[in-house]
């Protein structure tokens, strides 16, 4: 019967012209919730995504391809994707934009974004250059996603100790917060704002629950897809008295603590793969 209803759907779609939508993402995002909780929504509104392997050279003949990664294979697939005129979502230009921390962290501060003060280079120039009133500070990787990597060093005694395996690091004060981040999720024009756990706090058993959106964090989240040409994305803000400090933009999040949001994403993904398949053009 589900195979009968699969096959009546593809009729349906090709006699209605439907669009092509394919996904496509690294193995690892197969054990979070996004692509295949975009798969999902997509098939109960009544359409069925081709999940693509970003290894396979051949590619289907589709209206749209979202993507959720940082490959190598990812980048190739989204080169040869628009080399063919089909239209991406997030674009490789994009991507590649909020990659490098470093270079999103200079992007954020150019376009006038709260963002902490940044610094890159080795880890023995970062250590050297670390007096007493940088600490508290944050190090991370100038490549890396969910949190890895990322430490809190109190004094240049626990820096110094680190073992460092990358061959950069970045440094940022660490801003101190009530153990939550917040996380400004957009799909298009739709924006959600959720308070999560950080993943620098100890001790919490807390879970991500939905706040309210004021137009000042709406404006705040559309800036930044804007800066980076993204249309699927997150933004890592910390809550100050100052107002929210933006830590970090990444693409195409899981949107975990964001009821709906599934559904939102989908009519979005529809709605850009129709408007392909209307005017013939890629953005």
């Known amino acids: 019967m589900q195979i009968r209803s699969l096959e009546s759907a593809r009729r349906i779609r090709n006699a209605l012209h439907e669009p092509r939508i394919g996904i496509a993402a690294e193995t690892r995002y197969f054990e979070h919730r996004q692509p295949a909780a975009l798969g999902l929504a997509l098939l109960a509104a009544g359409h069925e995504a081709e999940f693509l392997d970003p290894a396979d050279p051949s590619l289907p003949d589709l209206d749209l391809l979202v993507v959720r990664g940082r490959s190598a294979a990812i980048f190739d697939l989204l080169e040869r994707a628009e080399a063919r005129g089909i239209r991406t979502v997030n674009r490789r230009s994009s991507i590649a934009a909020v990659v490098d921390k470093s270079s999103m962290a200079r992007t954020l501060a150019a376009a006038g974004i709260p963002t902490p003060r940044t610094r890159v280079g080795s880890f023995a120039a970062v250590a050297r250059d670390s007096g007493a009133d940088d600490f508290p500070l944050v190090v991370k990787p100038v490549f890396g996603d969910n949190a890895r990597g990322v430490r809190v060093v109190r004094d240049r005694a626990e820096l110094l100790s680190l073992q460092w395996h990358e061959p950069s690091v970045i440094a940022q004060p660490y801003l101190p917060s009530d153990g939550f981040d917040l996380k400004l999720y ?90 392909t398949t209307r005017r013939g053009v890629q953005k």
Do not use: Q, W
């Open 186 to 275: 957009v799909a298009g024009e739709e924006v959600r704002a959720v308070k999560k756990p950080s993943p620098l706090a100890t001790g919490t058993e807390a879970v991500a629950h939905p706040v309210l959106l004021t137009p000042a964090l709406r404006e705040l989240a559309v800036r930044c897809g804007v800066i980076f040409g993204l249309d699927l994305y997150g933004v890592d803000c910390i809550e100050t008295p100052e107002g929210p400090v933006v830590i970090e933009v990444n693409d195409f999040p899981n949107y975990s603590g964001t009821e709906g949001m599934d559904a939102s994403l989908a009519r979005f993904v529809v709605d850009r793969a129709r408007f």
